[in-house]
């Protein structure tokens, strides 16, 4: 069946630029992560929705992140004013629950890459 | 606060020899436990978990995971490494607080088989 998909898969923005990147969870999933991969580290949260609600955005690294689900169902994450610490590997997740129980499924990612 | 450590950034093992890959954790709670796998340019591949009963989980493509609580472990297993397990590993747990939906990564071990 179709899983978790991410656009674009690669992004070069120069410095200052605003990026949107996109995610497609599984059909009815209810709850959708964001998570950061810096190269040669594990994902680190960034927020996270059950439908549209954004329940949790603490590991948002600075305004300039922002995240969004009007829907309850695409999700796109925007940052403004790239910077080049924010080059890393964006992963989306989704899971059927928002209980603890309930494995996550991870897109693919979106490689940004500011220079 | 939740944290996991794998103290091994990389482990070589024999095609056919069992392996092992460590986690050990931190957690305030309950844990809930899980391992992802991660090929090249794929997304992260949900493994196992561990909620609540027995301590031995059994999960996808013939691994299987320790859970034990005095050593606050929970180190990934197989009986008999193949070439194509070569990759990197995750571990993550969950907090057990109310709320706390998403997941902290250790910061993966790469896994090489060898043929």
């Known amino acids: 069946g179709a899983g978790v998909s991410q656009s674009p898969r690669y992004k070069v923005a120069k410095r200052g630029q605003d990026v949107a990147l996109r995610c497609d969870p599984i059909?009815?999933?209810?709850?959708l992560f964001w998570y950061q991969q810096a190269l040669g580290q594990g994902p680190e949260f960034l927020t996270y929705?059950?439908?549209?609600?954004?329940?949790?955005k603490s590991g948002l690294p600075s305004d300039r992140f922002f995240a969004e689900r009007p829907e309850g169902s695409v999700s796109t994450l925007k940052i403004q004013r790239t910077q080049q610490e924010d080059s890393a590997v964006y992963l989306c997740?989704?899971?059927?629950?928002?209980?603890?129980?309930?494995?996550?499924?991870f897109g693919p990612g979106t490689r940004l890459t500011v220079t | 606060a939740q944290s996991v450590a794998q103290p091994e950034d990389q482990v070589n093992v024999a095609e056919g020899n069992p392996l092992t890959v460590k986690c050990t954790y931190s957690?305030?709670?309950?844990?809930?436990l899980f391992w992802y796998v991660q090929y090249p340019n794929r997304g992260l591949q949900f493994l196992l978990k561990y909620i609540t009963g027995d301590n031995l989980v059994k999960g996808s493509y013939g691994f299987e995971a320790e859970f034990n609580k005095s050593q606050t472990s929970f180190h990934l297993k197989k009986p008999s490494a193949l070439v194509s397990d070569s990759a990197l590993y995750f571990c993550?747990?969950?907090?057990?607080?109310?709320?706390?939906?998403?997941?902290?990564f250790g910061t993966g071990t790469r896994l090489t088989v060898i043929p």
């Open positions: 993550a747990v969950r907090g057990g607080q109310t709320g706390a939906n998403n997941l902290f």
């Open positions: 059909s009815g999933h209810v709850s």
């Open positions: 997740a989704s899971s059927l629950g928002g209980g603890t129980y309930y494995e996550q499924y």
């Open positions: 957690v305030s709670g309950n844990p809930y």
């Open positions: 929705f059950q439908n549209e609600a954004q329940l949790d």
